[in-house]
C-alpha cells in the first residue's frame, strides 16, 4: 500500500472507544474538534502514563489534521502507538476513527503526534526506564 494512502481499518486496539454526544457538538451541529482533541490527549495520556509508569504531561501537540467530520451518536475509536522513547520524552501517534452506530464501516477522521513527558512527584521530568514486551515502542 501507498504509505500515503489512509488504511481502511485502524491497526490494533484502541486506547478508549466511547460516543460522541450532543453535548460534544459544535454551533453547527457536528462534533468539536476541541472535544475529539482531548479524547486524543486522554488516549495518549493513558498509552504514556502505562509505558513511563508515572504521570506524564502533554507538552506538544504536532500536525493535527482533521480529515473527516464526526456526528453526534457516532462510536469514536482512540489508537495511540509509541513511536519514539526519549529520555524523558515520547512521542506517540494517536489516530481518531468513527463508526455510525447503526454501521460497521471505521473512518479515520483524525491524526496528530503527541510529546508527554514523564513526570516525578514534584513535576519535574525524570527519566524512563527502558522495558520489553507488549509495551515496548515499535
Ligand atoms: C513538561 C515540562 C515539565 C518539561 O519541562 P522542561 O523544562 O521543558 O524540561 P526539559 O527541557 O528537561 O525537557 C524534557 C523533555 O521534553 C522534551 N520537550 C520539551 N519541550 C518540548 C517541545 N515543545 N516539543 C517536544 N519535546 C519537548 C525535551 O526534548 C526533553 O525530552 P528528552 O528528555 O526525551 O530528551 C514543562 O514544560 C511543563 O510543565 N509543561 C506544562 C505541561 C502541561 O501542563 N501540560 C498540559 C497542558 S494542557
Known sequence: MNPHETPSQPRGEPAIRTIAMPAD??????????WLMAQMDLAAGNVAARRARSRCATVSVDRITFLRPVYIGDEVSLYADIVRVGRSS?????????????????????????VFVALDQGG??????????????H
Do not use: C, H, L, Y
Request: charged residues 30%; aromatic residues 6%.
Open 25 to 34: 457538538a459544535n454551533p453547527a451541529g457536528d462534533i468539536f474538534g476541541g
Open 90 to 114: 515520547m512521542t506517540i501517534q494517536v489516530e481518531a476513527w468513527r463508526r455510525s452506530r447503526d454501521g460497521e464501516e471505521q473512518v479515520k477522521v483524525t491524526d496528530a503526534s503527541f
Open 124 to 137: 519535574r521530568p525524570r527519566v524512563i526506564d527502558p522495558v520489553s514486551g507488549p509495551q515496548a515502542e
